[in-house]
């Protein structure tokens, strides 16, 4: 069963705008959530993670906003540019699973000039 | 690049045989995962080793197995292979096996 729901599946911004994925979770022990990248032909790559002491963490243009008690948590990308275009995922994790991570289905972002 | 290598970055294969895939961490991490990216099931864990050791275990059929050699290079052995089994296979690894973890480029398999 999917432990973490994402969406939407795709979506399409424009050059300069705000790009926002969400996911949400159910397994309480998760204590950290990162967001991954991935090109065509390309492994994840790791863009920005947040662990539940915070509700937001800012990286450039990346900002993952948290919110425990509804068991949701978001990537927001500002000033969007045509390089951004990509799958993103979000992931759950935690310590007694070895961190091993459990992915949301994607998201395929376009972003159009 | 994010320093973990994986080899070879393509495999063609018969239904039946037997396949290894490789794997490199980054310098100083003791931590490996293997994942398997389909189409229909997405991005799905299938187990990691700490230092040479087993830690998880996730959707991984008993036709695979995995080490982790004292090098902390890694293994991935796939047996009696399905058309189904197709698939990119990565490997992630992480310093401590507390969070952050860093993708190699994968390997895509297929199976014919």
């Known amino acids: 069963q999917q432990q973490v729901k994402q969406s939407p599946q795709s979506l399409i911004v424009q050059k300069g705008g705000i790009s926002i994925i969400n996911c949400a979770y159910e397994?309480?022990?998760?204590?950290?959530f990162p967001w991954y990248q991935q090109f065509p032909g390309k492994g994840p790559a790791l863009l920005i993670a947040i662990r539940p002491d915070v509700s937001e963490k800012k990286e450039g243009r990346f900002t993952i906003s948290f919110n425990k008690s509804a068991k949701q948590f978001s990537l927001h990308i500002m000033d969007s540019q045509p390089g951004d275009s990509a799958t993103y995922f979000c992931a759950a994790s935690y310590g007694n699973s070895g961190y091993a991570l459990n992915f949301g289905k994607g998201t395929s972002l376009l972003v159009t000039p | 690049d994010s320093g973990v290598t994986q080899t070879p970055k393509h495999l063609i294969t018969a239904t039946g045989q037997r396949v290894t895939l490789r794997c490199s961490p980054r310098s100083g991490d003791l931590s490996v995962y293997w994942y398997q990216q389909s189409l229909d099931q997405g991005l799905q864990f299938l187990i990691q080793y700490y230092n040479g050791e087993e830690r998880a275990k996730g959707n991984i059929l008993e036709r695979f197995s995995a080490q982790q050699f004292p090098d902390l290079h890694s293994e991935l052995n796939l047996s009696s292979l399905e058309l189904g089994d197709s698939a990119l296979y990565f490997c992630?690894?992480?310093?401590?096996?507390?969070?952050?973890?860093?993708f190699g480029q994968g390997t895509r398999l297929t199976v014919v």
């Open positions: 992630a690894s992480s310093v401590d096996g507390r969070g952050e973890a860093f």
């Open positions: 397994n309480t022990a998760f204590d950290y």
